[in-house]
Every structure is written in structure tokens, then in C-alpha cells.
């Protein structure tokens, strides 16, 4: 596991990181709300995150977690500009991708892996509009989905968390993650919100 910022970090200027995408399944209530609680007001990205949901039911996902975080927290909307300290989730049965301009577009194009919405597509615009200024965190759940993205985040030279196994509710995302060896650190929850912190402000002063 690296000890120190990885060389994407260092070396792509000042503004090193632009946008955090988010990926839980099984068990991401607590995943989020630990993730998104530690990482305090006044972040200088937006965060994006696809959380498997029932697509029968409304979510109430928002508000659930808007209450647990200084960051402003709402459902994704189409052709929305991605904002700065303002976490944007995926809508129930709608893929959540990104431009290069940082806006926002939601789609029901085909299942992904029998998912909708899917971290693998959201990983995958993320990786092409920010390349190594973007980072992909996957925090627990079942299944594999978000791991072809991250592969391709780490292709593009961005940087990718993934919530240690032991400390997940359930195993199959990190360690689906992990497997493909993009991997740059593997965190317990609690410390993956002081890690981002510090990627995302590293050089900013």
C-alpha cells in the first residue's frame, strides 16, 4: 500500500484533482454516510456517486445523507454543471455520466452487469473528461460492477481508493477493485475521507 501521495498526485500541477466519483452497492448507507461526514465543508471538487438503488422506489438517499454532511447533497440532474463541494447522486435507474465541461447527464441506456445505474460508466466518463485529475473511490457492496472503471481511471493516470475488504459490510467491490491491480490505496472507511482531503487540496495553498 503506498505511503505517500502517488506520482499522479505531484506531478499534474496545482490542480491536480478536479472531480471524486463514488461507487457503493450492499451496505453503502453507512459507506457513504462515514465517506461523505469525514470529508467536512468547503471541498474544492464535486463529488459524484452511484449507489445501487431500487428502481421502483423513489430515493430518499439525498436527504438521508445531506443530513449527515457539511456538503450540500441532491440527486443528479440532466444537463446540470457539476459544482464544487456538492455531491451528486445518481438517480434510481439512471446511468450518471460526465463531460469535459463537468456537466452532468443521466441516461437509460442498457444495463450494465444487469445494473442502472452503473459505476462502471460513471468511472469510465470520469476517467475520459479528467483524466489524472479525476479519482474513483469504491466502498462496499456485492457483484464487481465499478471495476472495469477503475481500470480505466488508472489508465488515464487518475487515482483510485478502495475500501479494505475487512472493513466492508460486503467484499465483492473492493476486492473486485483491488483485483485488477489499479488499486493505489487500500483504506478501512474511516480513513478514506483524511486521504481524499489531502489529495484534493495537496498543493492548492
Do not use: C, W
Not at 89 to 101: E, F, S
Not at 109 to 138: C, I, K, M, N, Q
Not at 166 to 184: K, L, Y
Request: a negative charge.
Amino acid at each position: 500500500m503506498p505511503s505517500q501521495l502517488p506520482d499522479t498526485a505531484r506531478d499534474t500541477g496545482p490542480d491536480t484533482f478536479a472531480v471524486i466519483a463514488v461507487a457503493a452497492s450492499a451496505g453503502g448507507l453507512h459507506g457513504l454516510t462515514t465517506l461523505l461526514g469525514g470529508l467536512g465543508a468547503g471541498l474544492p471538487v464535486p463529488v459524484l456517486v452511484v449507489q445501487h438503488l431500487d428502481p421502483r422506489h423513489r430515493t430518499v438517499l439525498a436527504d438521508i445523507l445531506g443530513r449527515r454532511t457539511d456538503l450540500d447533497v441532491k440527486l443528479a440532474e440532466q444537463d446540470e454543471a457539476a459544482r464544487a463541494g456538492t455531491v451528486y447522486i445518481a438517480p434510481p435507474d439512471r446511468h450518471l455520466l460526465v463531460g469535459a465541461d463537468g456537466t452532468l447527464t443521466l441516461t437509460r441506456t442498457e444495463l450494465v452487469h444487469f445494473l442502472r445505474p452503473s459505476a462502471d460508466l460513471l468511472f469510465e466518463s470520469v476517467a475520459g473528461a479528467y483524466g489524472p485529475r479525476a479519482v474513483a473511490v469504491v466502498l462496499t457492496g456485492t457483484g464487481n460492477d465499478g471495476a472495469m472503471g477503475v481500470d480505466a481511471v488508472k489508465k488515464r493516470g487518475g487515482t483510485v481508493i478502495a475500501q479494505d475488504p475487512q472493513s466492508a459490510e460486503f467484499r465483492g467491490m473492493p476486492e473486485a477493485a483491488m483485483g485488477t491491480g489499479a488499486v493505489d490505496f487500500v483504506l478501512p472507511l474511516e480513513d478514506i475521507p483524511t486521504v481524499i482531503r489531502g489529495l484534493v487540496e495537496f498543493k492548492r495553498q
